[in-house]
Nanobody, 119 residues
C-alpha cells in the first residue's frame, strides 16, 4: 500500500553538503510523518530527523544546526539537506514513512542510501 523511494546520497568530503530525497506512493492511507534514520557500521539504526504532517520537526542532537528536514504533504516528499558533513555522519540513510488510518499507523521503509563522508 505504501512504496518508499529514496534518492541522493554518495561520497562527499568533510564539510561538504548532500541532499537526500524520499517520495512515498500511498494508495488509501494517510501519511502522518516522514523522517530519516541512519545506521552506521556496527551501530543501531537511529533517528536523524523527522517531520510531522503538521510541519513540526525533531532532530537528533548530533545534527542540529547542520541538517534541515522539509516535508511536502501534497507531493508526499521529504527532503533532508545535510550541510557541514562530518565523517561520523557516514552510514546508510533510511527513509521512514508513518502512514495508516486513525485506528492503525504503520511504519514503511525505503531501501536505504549510502552516505560516506571522507576526512
Amino acid at each position: 500500500q505504501v512504496q518508499v523511494v529514496e534518492s541522493g546520497g554518495g561520497l562527499v568530503q568533510f564539510g561538504g553538503s548532500l541532499r537526500l530525497s524520499c517520495a512515498a506512493s500511498v494508495s488509501i492511507f494517510t501519511i502522518y510523518a516522514m523522517g530519516w534514520y541512519r545506521q552506521a557500521p556496527g551501530k543501531q539504526r537511529e533517528l536523524i530527523a523527522r517531520a510531522n504532517s503538521d510541519g513540526s520537526t525533531i532532530y537528533a542532537d548530533s545534527v542540529k544546526g547542520r541538517f534541515t528536514i522539509s516535508i511536502d504533504n501534497a507531493k508526499k516528499v521529504v527532503d533532508l539537506q545535510m550541510n557541514n558533513l562530518k565523517p561520523e555522519d557516514t552510514g546508510v540513510y533510511y527513509c521512514n514513512v508513518e502512514a495508516g488510518t486513525m485506528a492503525n499507523i504503520y511504519d514503511y521503509w525505503g531501501q536505504g542510501t549510502q552516505v560516506t563522508v571522507s576526512s
